[in-house]
T-cell receptor, first 119, second 114 residues
Framework: AQKVTQAQTEISVVEKEDVTLDCVYE???????LFWYKQPPSGELVFLIR??????QNEISGRYSWNFQKSTSSFNFTITASQVVDSAVYFC????????????????FGQGTILTVHP | DAGVIQSPRHEVTEMGQEVTLRCKPI?????LFWYRQTMMRGLELLIY????????DSGMPEDRFSAKMPNASFSTLKIQPSEPRDSAVYFC????????????FGPGTRLTVT
């Protein structure tokens, strides 16, 4: 069965520090997708990025970057020069292409990491 | 383009009362998901639909919970009777069908059962 583990429950940093959020996943499928979502204090869940299992290229979007390594089943998220507005709960999630049949896009979420960025 | 719409945004009710949460998915999305979020249990998938048909309701905690999707643009999650431990934020999300698509979440309904 699929599983996503975010071992860091809470992280606290000071503004301008770099911070990495860890995500480790388990799956038996060869085709799968990994996601990161952000949940700011206002409560909504915001999609950040999607990667498929065949694309291990790292991705950078502004201050955000993602490191996908199949060898270690990890999909880590780094925020460079963190800002107070980055304070949120961050979720890593997994969906499997096959999932024993037709895939309907069911997501398995990690427990989330609470990131607090202090001024 | 409107996102996923949920109503009400907040609901306060007394134990034993029936509660109905509503969701309008993004037009054209074939899959709809209901989640519950609590501090203790995190984000839990309750049930999901594809083309209005329930696919997996194994996450529904008890028979007190039921969900319907009478058409492509509307879904309800009902709790009858409600209990204090049902207090949580309930999210609805929608997506096109398939593992490669991200889900778009509604703003959530914060339910408090006293």
């Amino acid at each position: 069965a699929q599983k996503v583990t975010q071992a860091q429950t809470e992280i606290s940093v000071v503004e301008k520090e770099d911070v990495t959020l860890d995500c480790v996943y388990e799956t038996r499928d060869t085709t799968y997708y990994l996601f990161w979502y952000k949940q700011p204090p206002s409560g909504e869940l915001v999609f950040l990025i999607r990667r498929n299992s065949f694309d291990e290229q790292n991705e950078i979007s502004g201050r955000y970057s993602w490191n996908f390594q199949k060898s270690t089943s990890s999909f880590n998220f780094t925020i460079t020069a963190s800002q107070v507005v980055d304070s949120a709960v961050y979720f890593c999630a997994l969906s499997e292409e096959n999932a024993g049949g037709t895939s309907y896009g069911k997501l398995t979420f990690g427990q989330g990491t609470i990131l607090t960025v202090h001024p | 383009d409107a996102g996923v719409i949920q109503s009400p945004r907040h609901e306060v009710t007394e134990m034993g009362q029936e509660v109905t949460l509503r969701c309008k998915p993004i037009s054209g999305h074939n899959s709809l998901f209901w989640y519950r979020q609590t501090m203790m249990r995190g984000l839990e998938l309750l049930i999901y639909f594809n083309n209005n048909v329930p696919i997996d309701d194994s996450g529904m905690p008890e028979d007190r919970f039921s969900a319907k999707m009478p058409n492509a643009s509307f879904s309800t999650l009902k709790i009858q009777p409600s209990e204090p431990r049902d207090s949580a934020v309930y999210f609805c999300a929608s997506s096109p069908t398939g593992a490669s698509y991200e889900q778009y979440f509604g703003p959530g309904t914060r339910l408090t059962v006293t």
